[in-house]
């Protein structure tokens, strides 16, 4: 079992910047392989925002190119986002991700509101 716990959602104008995190803990943590971040706005089907594998390549949506950066500290089992220039389309509940290989199995959060004025 993982259990992911996030921070660092809020109401921010358009331009601006918020920074998330999200820490992983658990019997299972020494399994982790990707973490990432994916987020869901009304209406909407959730979608991908940006993943780190655990030896690989970062990717991310279009959508987020050149604005957002995501990075992990695996000796904190940690994983940030940074999101900067943001826009009103931005807003929606932003979920982190992680999977693990033994056994192979999704984690998900609880979910953190971000919301950007224009």
């Known amino acids: 079992q993982v259990q992911l716990v996030e921070s660092g959602g809020g109401l921010v104008q358009a331009g601006g910047s918020l920074r998330l995190s999200c820490e992983a803990s658990?019997?299972?943590?020494?399994?982790?392989?990707?973490m990432g971040w994916f987020r869901q706005a009304p209406g909407k089907q959730r979608e991908l925002v940006a993943v780190i594998p655990s030896g690989g390549n970062t990717n991310y949506a279009d959508s987020v190119k050149g604005r957002f950066t995501i990075s992990r500290d695996n000796a904190k089992n940690t994983v940030y986002l940074q999101m900067n220039s943001l826009k009103p389309e931005d807003t929606a509940v932003y979920y982190c991700?992680?999977?693990?290989?033994?056994?192979?199995?999704?984690?998900w959060g609880q979910g953190t509101q971000v919301t950007v004025s224009s």
């Open positions: 658990g019997r299972t943590i020494g399994s982790i392989n990707a």
């Open positions: 991700y992680t999977n693990t290989i033994l056994p192979p199995y999704n984690y």
